[in-house]
Antibody, heavy 119, light 108 residues
Framework: QVTLRESGPALVNPTQTLTLTCSFS??????????VSWIRQPPGKALEWVALIDWEDDKYYNTSLKTRLTIFKDTSKNQVVLTMTNMDPVDTATYYCARGDSNYVFDSWGQGTLVTVSS | SYELTQPLSMSVALGQTASITCGGDNIAGKNVHWYQQKPGQAPVLVIY???SRPSGIPERFSGSSSGNTATLSISRAQAGDEADYFC???????????FGGGTKLTVL
């Protein structure tokens, strides 16, 4: 059974750096074709892709956020970590991590974690 | 950059067929995936690679893609199908995951 769980702060001050951890089980990110992605959703709005890391450690970022993002994996811990610098109130959203395959289809999602950016 | 366009909302009568569209330049040349999201819940994959159903998704859900439009069809619509639906592709030019803006489906 595949499970993913996001963890991180619920509240972040503007200009601070956000660090989110996706802890997963039921699959190995070292498996050919596997990937893990971060996707966010501001309240009442659409899904927005943030970043993705794959089994070969290739990393892809949303072009509009790229300068603020870092994604990396700890295969031994079954974790994927996302950092986002210079947080702003517009970054307030539920952040999801999801498992994907070589077709970049996300078949398993975490429950999401709401991050509010406010002073 | 590649964009996907969905109607903001649509409604369908109970028991009828809902067809939710997703527009994009030559979308037929890409693999299109569809997600259902109910209030307060994470998205759930309902169709992948245009027309394949994950295990556990009812046969009432189907997909198609042609030209510049992909379509998610939900036959014999039920009250439990009320949700937001998002289409998604991988853009191999910009190396990005692209989501549509989502369609809110109401079952009357």
């Amino acid at each position: 059974q595949v499970t993913l769980r996001e963890s991180g702060p619920a509240l972040v001050n503007p200009t601070q750096t956000l660090t989110l951890t996706c802890s997963f089980s039921g699959f190995a990110l070292s498996t050919y074709g596997m990937c893990v992605s971060w996707i966010r959703q501001p309240p009442g709005k659409a899904l927005e892709w943030v970043a993705l890391i794959d089994w070969e450690d290739d990393k892809y970022y949303n072009t509009s956020l790229k300068t603020r993002l870092t994604i990396f994996k700890d295969t031994s811990k079954n974790q994927v970590v996302l950092t986002m610098t210079n947080m702003d109130p517009v970054d307030t959203a539920t952040y999801y991590c999801a498992r994907g395959d070589s077709n970049y289809v996300f078949d398993s999602w975490g429950q999401g974690t709401l991050v509010t950016v406010s002073s | 950059s590649y964009e996907l366009t969905q109607p903001l909302s649509m409604s369908v009568a109970l028991g009828q067929t809902a067809s939710i569209t997703c527009g994009g330049d030559n979308i037929a040349g890409k693999n299109v995936h569809w997600y259902q999201q109910k209030p307060g819940q994470a998205p759930v994959l309902v169709i992948y690679r245009d027309n394949s159903r994950p295990s556990g998704i009812p046969e009432r859900f189907s997909g198609s893609s042609s030209g510049n439009t992909a379509t998610l069809s939900i036959s014999r619509a039920q009250a439990g199908d009320e949700a937001d639906y998002f289409c998604q592709v991988w853009d191999s030019i910009t190396l990005s995951v692209i989501f549509g803006g989502g369609t809110k489906l109401t079952v009357l």
